[in-house]
């Protein structure tokens, strides 16, 4: 497994983390996804075997959110 914290801007609500929490979560090889809002970082741990961490981002991204 491997952990990475992301900075993600124009996250600022609870929708927001709902958004990026629930879309990430949902990829194969994620185990875990938590967002911190006020610090506008995401902690992502997965499996790099299964999903890389250009397909967190874009999936990030396609949520109307800048990964930085």
Do not use: R, W
């Amino acid at each position: 497994m491997e952990k990475v914290t992301l900075n993600v801007k124009g996250m600022s609500c609870g929708h927001c983390v709902k958004a990026v929490e629930g879309s990430v979560g949902t990829l194969d090889g994620v185990t875990a996804v938590k967002v911190n809002l006020d610090a506008a970082k995401v902690d992502v741990e997965f499996n790099p075997q299964t999903v890389s961490l250009d397909q967190i981002k874009e999936t990030i991204d396609d949520q109307g959110y800048d990964v930085v």
